[in-house]
């Protein structure tokens, strides 16, 4: 027997929350699927515990998202599995050419983000020739996934997810944008994308192929059993189904006729129904051919009496109307009744446990209009020891030596034991099947953790290069980062002497300044030196004695503005207009007032300091020529007195 495993209730408590808060129910789900994918969540979100995640999908609704979309693995691509779609070009072609109406219509059940739907519309555009699809082809492409879908419709996909499709393929169905392919026009009118729960929301109906692939390797039997009935009923007479590589699913078997085993092709047969008990599998049971037992019900009815009721299996026969004519010992032993008190009554009034209603009417009416020949039926009755018993009943017509028919003969046998062996034979077969299924899930999950895995490797490889390329990089940066330090070392070198140099000048013009100046100071003639607009910046000891206003004073002030006592204004404004004219001026005898009273002479001489391109300003010198004046004036008076 198959036994379930014990219930994890965290595990349950999880998939509760999905189901209050996403309203989707994984509890038929493979439990070792989910484990793992919880698994994965807790160590992204870092919770140690299951109590923890739990926790956490409390506090955080958009984890429960996340957790769903984990669950449903949506790993897929354009024309997965190669070899398989060759076999589905050509029963493309064969259903274009029986199809009932104009219409083709395919379902790509559980599509995730569309590439297996966009592949079929291209398969069966191209079967149907030429050129465009038109409104024969209606591809339906339906997930659980909200946002798979939602990137289904968008059509949008990169380089890397169209490594299948060949290049005529590619250069035919997609326009390239950018870095990205798009689904051309003519292909996406005829691809109808919804979200679709196979489990409980209601089929497509009248569609023609059904491609099922890699979804049931993620639910339970019981889920397979109700996912593959939906089929049945969405499926057109003759329609198509196609499951996945690694999904051979017995009951698929059992309700489709099986096309190509080896690529999982089922077809749906008008004649093959619904079989949802085990009647079929049991041995045939012996049955006594009806002509023995209508000739012995001729003369020698006491031998024949003797014989039947010899029989270990209860036998009862009616008339055409079905009042019981025949009631052996067995028969009264497993109903504890006696031949008198049925014999002359309807079978079917009789209340026989084991014998069902579809036995005495339905199946009994049909060996009695001669639609067949042999009906039989099991039903369960208690022993007389409280033993529940499992009993098949074959009811056949009862015929005379001419073979007119004259009644109908009914022969009951116990089952029970073949039908242990059965179920038990049922359960093993049952656990085998989960364990392949478990095998075909898990090498579901190693390819696509492989297809992750080599996914990773490429980007831990690339990023690798792009290391290697940002080192290299980094050297040629700090090579040229240790050029440019010697650069600026050797120039701060160079700024180092020029430096020296230029301290070493600043002394000396620090002393020839000194000198200039102790020179100016000494001299007896005033020595003023102007800037260009007249401000001064010179005023020496001579021009503090002679024009009576202090160094302090006068430095700074523009001498067209200052008040000097020894001068006269006008002589002043000439002085001006030569200087800001750029002319020179020398003035003799200037008269002036001398400082203790009275008038002094002087010499002044004033000249702009201009080089070739600017004027740097002016230099203004004042002799005083009073007593060479007092001289010469002595001497010319001694001159006139000697000649007189
Ligand atoms: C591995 S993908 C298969 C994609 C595609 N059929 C292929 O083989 O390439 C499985 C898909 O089944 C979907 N799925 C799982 N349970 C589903 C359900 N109850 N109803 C509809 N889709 C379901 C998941 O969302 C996921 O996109």
């Not at 003519?186 to 192929?209: H, K, M, Q, T």
């Not at 369960?380 to 009811?395: C, F, H, K």
Request: charged fraction near 30%.
């Amino acid at each position: 027997m198959a036994t379930r495993p014990p219930r994890d209730s965290e595990l349950e408590a999880i998939l509760e929350k999905v189901r209050q808060v996403r309203n989707f129910d994984f509890r038929n789900y493979k439990r070792a699927t989910l484990q793992r994918r919880i698994e994965r969540r807790m160590q992204a979100t870092r919770c140690r515990t299951r109590a923890a995640y739990l926790a956490l999908l409390e506090r955080e609704p958009a984890e429960v998202s996340t957790l769903v979309s984990s669950m449903l693995i949506k790993l897929t691509t354009f024309f997965r599995d190669r070899e398989v779609w060759q076999t589905l070009e050509e029963s493309l072609a064969e259903l274009i050419r029986q199809r009932p109406d104009k219409e083709l219509r395919i379902w790509s059940a559980g599509c995730a983000t569309g590439e297996e739907a966009y592949s079929l519309a291209i398969a069966a555009a191209e079967a149907l020739g030429p050129g465009h699809p038109g409104p024969e082809l209606k591809v339906f492409g339906t997930d659980v996934d909200e946002d798979a879908i939602a990137g289904a419709r968008r059509g949008i996909y990169t380089p890397a997810q169209l490594e299948n499709v060949s290049k005529e393929r590619l250069a035919r169905w997609f326009v390239r944008t950018g870095n990205t392919f798009t689904v051309r026009k003519e292909i996406r009118r005829a691809v109808v994308f919804g979200v679709n729960n196979l489990v409980s929301d209601a089929p497509v109906s009248r569609i023609d192929l059904i491609l099922c692939r890699n979804v049931f390797i993620y639910l339970d039997s019981d889920l397979q059993k109700r996912v593959l009935a939906r089929f049945q009923f969405a499926l057109r007479r003759n329609g198509l189904l196609m499951l996945g590589r690694s999904e051979l699913i017995p009951f698929a078997a059992r309700i489709f006729r099986p096309v190509d085993l080896a690529r999982r092709i089922y077809r749906k047969d008008a004649h093959v129904e619904v079989v949802t008990t085990t009647q079929d599998r049991l041995p045939p049971e012996p049955t006594l051919p009806p002509r023995l037992i209508a000739a012995a019900i001729e003369p020698e009815r006491s031998l024949l009496r003797d014989l039947l009721d010899s029989q270990p299996c209860p036998t009862i026969t009616t008339d055409n109307d079905g009042t019981v004519t025949f009631w052996n010992r067995a028969a009264a032993r497993m109903w504890n009744r006696n031949e008198g008190d049925v014999l002359g009554k309807k079978l079917s009034a009789l209340g026989l446990s084991g014998l069902i209603g579809d036995l005495l009417i339905e199946q009994t009416g049909r060996v009695r209009n001669g639609r067949t020949e042999r009906e039989f039926s099991d039903g369960l009755l208690e022993n007389a020891g409280g033993d529940s018993i499992t009993v098949r009943t074959q009811v056949v017509p009862l015929r005379d030596r001419t073979g007119a028919r004259q009644g109908l003969l009914y022969v009951t046998h116990d089952v029970t034991t073949a039908r242990g062996v059965e179920q038990a034979l049922q359960s093993v077969q049952e656990e085998l099947q989960s364990i392949n299924l478990r095998m075909q899930s898990s090498n579901e999950e190693l390819r696509a953790s492989n297809e992750e895995l080599e996914t990773t490797n490429e980007e831990l490889q690339s990023a690798n290069e792009e290391l290697q390329t940002t080192n290299e990089e980094l050297q040629s940066t700090n090579e040229e980062l240790e050029t440019t330090n010697e650069e600026l070392q050797s120039a701060n070198a160079e700024l180092d002497a020029t430096n020296r140099e230029l301290a070493h000048r600043t002394l000396e013009m620090d002393s020839l300044a000194f000198t200039q100046r102790t020179i100016i100071r000494t001299l007896s003639a005033a020595v003023l030196v102007l800037e260009g607009d007249g401000r001064i910046t010179t005023w020496n000891l001579a021009a503090e004695r002679l024009l009576g206003v202090t160094e302090r004073e006068a430095v700074g002030q523009k001498l067209w503005s200052l008040h000097v006592p020894a001068l006269k204004r006008p002589l002043i404004q000439k002085l001006r207009r030569h200087l800001q004219e750029n002319r020179s001026l020398r003035l003799e005898g200037v008269p002036y007032q001398l400082p203790h009273g009275g008038t002094g002479s002087a010499t002044l001489v004033a000249t702009p300091l201009v080089t070739e391109t600017n004027v740097l300003g002016s230099i203004v010198l004042f002799e005083d020529t009073t007593r060479a004046a007092a001289l010469l004036e002595e001497n010319r008076l001694l001159k006139t007195k000697r000649k007189a």
